[in-house]
């Protein structure tokens, strides 16, 4: 039997990186992988929150990336992509998930469920334990993006801004134009409406 061992965070051990913030998180072994329970649910404010019920959808990315204390290669990568859409006529809120495990859909008539389930990892895997060495020291970052551009506007638009100014010109009438505008506020690249980035205390894995 292998136990997941938690240490308490010291200071050297906070905020790895700018805007990233220390989070407890529980890890438990489950078959053959390594789980987790977290939640980031300052991801969305209230404005986001009412936005849920408009009929517009909501995406969600979580990256989660565990590495080994003291080294910059990660062991385990995980992407999840969570969209949430208010239908209408059934008057239920639809969320559809695609992930290491496919895609699947809930349904939700509680807008307060649909936030548990929007913004909470319960028992996630994160990696399989024969990726986990027994002894060593490591920690999982989480990254949250709320409404994330999508790839291939992303370099779509990233072409466009490498044009020389004698041809910037673009035509307001292509389907580029209006997302052009939107993601655009301060005549910058926005990648995501708001970025969450956690990193969990220190773990290790032991015999018993």
Known sequence: MLVIVS????ASDVAWAKGVTSRKMRFVERGANLTVNTSFTNILDPDDYAALSSGFPTRIV??????????????????????????????TYVLEVTGPKGVYQKRFESR???????????RQPVAKLSKVGIGPHYVLAVVAQLNPVEEERMAEMRRWLTKSSSDSSLDSSSSF?????????NSKLGEADRVVRLQSQPFYRVKQ
């Open 7 to 10: 240490l308490v965070l010291g």
């Open 62 to 91: 979580i990256h989660l990336v565990v590495y080994q204390q003291g080294s910059d290669i990660p062991v385990a990568i995980q992407r999840i992509r969570r969209r949430v859409v208010y239908d209408l006529w059934d008057e």
């Open 112 to 122: 307060v469920q649909l936030l548990r389930e929007l913004t909470q990892l319960r």
């Open 177 to 185: 134009f209006g997302s052009f505008v939107s993601v655009f506020a």
